[in-house]
Nanobody, 126 residues
Framework: QVQLVESGGGLVHAGASLRLSCAASKRTSGTYTMAWFRQAPGKEREFVASVTSVGSTNYADFVKGRFTISRDNSDNSKNTVYLQMNSLEPEDTAVYYC?????????????????WGQGTQVTVSS
């Protein structure tokens, strides 16, 4: 069992930056692919970005070079995944979820991720 705890959300103005963090609790979680998804009110949860254990990344098209995913595996008892978000837009308003352990071929699909955090709210005002 892997516990994921997100932090770093908040209310910002358009154009601002935020950095989200996701702490994964298990020692071996450093070997897992991790990802960020988001869900806006009335919409389905959608893929934002993912990072493998060796640092390979994938991004949703709407990221447009504004977001950067990274991870820190230096602590053997846990590992942390970050999402640096720059040039935020009101359309980025959503609950952002950390996901861990990809179980299927399509990393953009919610059903192929085993563990989820509780989410952190990001609100961008115009």
């Amino acid at each position: 069992q892997v516990q994921l705890v997100e932090s770093g959300g908040g209310l910002v103005h358009a154009g601002a930056s935020l950095r989200l963090s996701c702490a994964a609790s298990k020692r071996t979680s450093g070997t897992y692919t991790m990802a960020w998804f988001r869900q806006a009110p009335g919409k389905e949860r959608e893929f934002v970005a993912s990072v493998t254990s060796v640092g390979s990344t994938n991004y949703a098209d709407f990221v447009k070079g504004r977001f950067t995913i990274s991870r820190d595996n230096s602590d053997n008892s846990k590992n942390t995944v970050y999402l640096q978000m720059n040039s935020l837009e009101p359309e980025d308003t959503a609950v952002y979820y950390c996901a861990g352990v990809r179980t299927g071929p399509d990393y953009t699909k919610v059903l192929y991720w085993r563990y989820w955090g509780q989410g952190t709210q990001v609100t961008v005002s115009s």
